[in-house]
């Protein structure tokens, strides 16, 4: 069944590849992003594009009223837009902690409060929100970043278990390495933030272990296919995952007490 669909952080990487691949299932797919020139591609696909800031509240608004107006519902919400900003917590500007949580956790959250009225009222409705293996454990040098992830698994639980009297389900996808612009946007927010601290050599070695798994990470087609069976599945699971190391990651950190997990995790680093 063709369905209405909102994909955030549409301009690029995992986004732009859900929007692409949910045409061609035949949806009705609007991509947002705060850049409209970076979706032109997708708009001549038979996207319709939005321009949406996910730390503006009067552009979320206007952004499902638009979706509401011109379709007159709304079936899926994506809440794709985000990134890593990465530094040591000591050398961290709080505004720009403020800012990771703003629209890692504080964007998705609001657009989920917009759109579940309408899929309330329809009895049936999809949230799927891009959170990481990073929602699960903690690297150092990401406070912020796994700090917003860890958010949204807990939000995304709680809204589960609210909605799911009204028929609308709430999804968490996991990815790990993944090829994106995520990678080199975390690097070089490291570099600069604790590159010339006392956090100096290990943040080095940290954006050397980045460049290294760049070369090994899959495609976002393999995200893509777990935000696809979310959608269709008739119960989806509450949670998927995928990418470089994300089960054998997951499974380690299930099983390993944190100490020795530490361990494992700064033996990378040296």
């Not at 994909?7 to 409209?36: N, P």
């Not at 994106?180 to 933030?193: R, V, Y």
């Amino acid at each position: 069944m063709k369905k209405v669909i909102l994909v955030t952080g549409a301009s690029a990487g995992m986004g732009k590849d859900f929007v692409k691949e949910l045409l061609k299932d035949g949806h009705i797919v609007y991509g947002a992003a705060r850049s409209l020139d970076k979706m032109e591609d997708i708009k001549l696909l038979g996207a319709k594009v939005l321009n949406m800031d996910v730390t503006d509240d009067a552009a979320m608004v206007k952004g499902v009223e638009t979706i509401i107006k011109a379709e007159g519902r709304i079936d899926v919400l994506i809440n794709n837009a985000g990134f890593g900003s990465y530094g040591a917590i000591e050398d961290v500007p709080m505004a720009d902690a403020r800012y990771q949580l703003e629209v890692n956790v504080f964007g998705a959250a609001r657009l989920a409060q917009l759109v579940i009225p309408y899929m309330r009222n329809q009895h049936w409705g999809r949230i799927i929100n891009i959170s990481s293996i990073g929602g699960k454990l903690a690297l150092p040098f990401g406070g912020w970043y796994h700090a917003s992830k860890f958010a949204l698994e807990a939000l995304s639980d709680s809204i589960r278990n609210e909605v799911k009297p009204f028929g609308i389900d709430v999804v968490v996808i996991e990815p790990g390495g993944i090829k994106s612009e995520w990678s080199g946007i975390a690097a070089e927010n490291l570099m600069k933030t604790s590159s010339n601290s006392v956090y100096g050599d290990m943040a080095k070695k940290l954006g050397n272990v980045f460049t290294a798994i760049e070369a090994k990470v899959p495609g976002p087609a393999v995200i893509t296919a777990l935000v696809k069976k979310a959608i269709d599945s008739k119960t989806p699971a509450t949670r998927y995952s995928g990418g470089h190391m994300a089960k054998i990651a997951l499974f380690m950190k299930k099983i390993l007490p944190d100490r020795i997990f530490d361990k494992v995790m700064l033996s990378q680093l040296k």
